[in-house]
């Protein structure tokens, strides 16, 4: 068990639609990331935050928007929603906002767009 | 923006055999790789990973080696098991004003009894 909980583990919900993705990072780890993953396709980096600041951004569409929490839960929400939009979405977390840390990774959410 | 290419996409071997998957990055400023493992379904999982001062560093059956003048790192994973059949994906720095991890490609791990 990685300490990062994401909710939920499946989604299912049509085009057009709005969903909304929860992570909750390993106590003590202020850093948290996102990263979509097609079937069959590597991890594409969305977007950090940081102690609820934003702190890099990737091919995020700008569709998605994320936030991060008082408590540093974070949460990235997916809206008009289109089929290629169906994906494993990846949460991260990370003691610090540098790349010299190690990525703890949640068990994902499976989207899937119908 | 600032790639890492890494090969192969597909690799076969027997079991017991080693198995050797490479990486290559661009930001000569990269000073930390790690190297992922994802079984089908699950999260990736950090198996090793190596900081731009040393130039290997082994853990059991997996190792990694850094050439920092190439811009390349590798895993090597060595008496291999069915149960290393997996993605395994290496990451990267990327440059920037605010750096993040870029990650390779991955590598269809088959290991054959």
């Known amino acids: 068990d990685s300490g990062v909980t994401q909710t939920p583990k499946h989604l299912i919900t049509a085009t057009g639609q709005r969903v909304t993705l929860r992570c909750s990072p390993r106590s003590g780890d202020l850093s948290v990331y996102w990263y979509q993953q097609s079937l069959d396709q590597g991890l594409q980096f969305l977007i950090q935050y940081y102690n609820g600041e934003e702190r890099a951004k990737g091919n995020i569409l700008e569709r998605f928007s994320a936030q991060q929490f008082p408590d540093l839960h974070s949460e990235l929400n997916l809206s008009s929603l289109e089929l290629g939009d169906s994906a494993l979405y990846f949460c991260?977390?990370?003691?610090?906002?540098?790349?010299?840390?190690?990525?703890?990774f949640g068990n994902g959410t499976r989207l899937t767009v119908t | 923006g600032e790639n890492v290419e890494q090969h192969p996409s597909t690799l076969s071997v027997q079991e017991g055999d080693s198995a050797v998957i490479k990486c290559t990055y661009s930001d000569s400023a990269s000073n930390y790789f790690p190297w992922y493992k994802q079984e089908l379904g699950k999260r990736p999982q950090l198996i090793i990973d190596i900081r731009s001062n040393v130039g290997e560093k082994k853990d059991q059956r997996i190792a990694v080696t850094l050439n920092k003048t190439a811009k390349h790192f590798s895993l090597h994973i060595t008496e291999t098991q069915p149960e290393d059949s997996a993605v395994y994906f290496c990451?990267?720095?990327?440059?920037?004003?605010?750096?993040?991890?870029?990650f390779g490609s991955g590598t269809q791990l088959t290991v054959l009894p």
């Open positions: 990451a990267a720095p990327t440059s920037g004003s605010a750096r993040q991890l870029t």
């Open positions: 991260a977390s990370s003691a610090s906002t540098g790349t010299h840390s190690p990525l703890h």
